[in-house]
């Protein structure tokens, strides 16, 4: 927890012994509990902001691979080891930490669209932002950068999902996100009418029970005319660049448009 001395509850002397026993630190002119991360306390003790996405950790966003500890500064530019996002006069919230919706006004100016669609898809799949304030953002936003937040839905339950959806949605595919499909179950992304893609992590996809079900339910697609494509966390980020073009070849083929009843074995 981060604390001001007008948010203190007690008197001067208690402040005082809570920091001599270690129960609070002091971090420039905030006090911050043990439970805050040493990235925010050693920011917040430079004068710096977390913001982009260092605030989108904090929040519990899904966060892309990125580099870096991203801040806002004070009128000069910040030291070694930070990644600035700019100046400030007077920090414009109350809480020290970029709220959602203002981390991704810094990070529209710092990540690659997809990126920042990721965050944007994150925070409203959590409530922490509204489709009004997407809808707002991308107003203001670069071409490319709009043109991936119009495609916000909040729906996808992984940054890997949303990522995969917004490219293909970028690519005019049609694509519906976590759904149904008679005799198979929940799907993270159908794109067209018979195209699976699912977004695999370690945590979830890696144990001997589960692998051997996800290839079990592949099978079960291929009988009821689907195909899948299971994509990896490098996939998605480290491997992006060629797993990008392997969807493109499938987009132009149009394979994922003809009608699944045609396949069923």
Known sequence: ??????????????????????????????????????????ALAEGLRPT?????????????????????????????????????????????????RLLLEHAVACLAPLDVGILADSALHQGLISAEDVAALACSAPRGVARVLARVSGLAESGTESKVRLFLQLHNVTVTPQVE??????????????????????????????????????????????????????????????ASQTL???IRSGRHLEDPARYAL
């Open 1 to 42: 927890m981060i604390y001001t001395r007008s948010d203190w509850q007690g008197t001067a002397r208690e402040l005082s012994a809570a920091v001599a026993k270690g129960e609070v630190e002091r971090a420039g002119r905030y006090y911050v509990t043990p439970d805050t991360s040493p990235e925010v306390r050693d």
């Open 52 to 100: 982009c996405v260092m605030a989108a950790r904090e929040h519990g966003l899904w966060v892309p691979p990125a580099s870096g500890l991203h801040v806002y500064g004070r009128r000069r530019p910040v030291g070694p080891g930070w990644v600035g996002h700019g100046w400030h006069g007077s920090w414009p919230e109350e809480a020290a930490v970029a709220s959602p």
């Open 181 to 242: 499909i008679p005799g198979l179950g929940r799907v993270d992304n159908l794109a067209g009418r018979r195209w699976i893609l699912e977004s695999d992590s370690r945590a979830h996809h890696t144990g001997e029970d589960t692998y051997a079900k996800d290839r079990t339910r592949d099978l079960h697609a291929l009988e009821l005319g689907y195909f899948t494509t299971r994509l990896t966390h490098w996939m998605t980020f480290g491997g992006w660049g060629r």
């Open 248 to 250: 493109l070849r499938v």
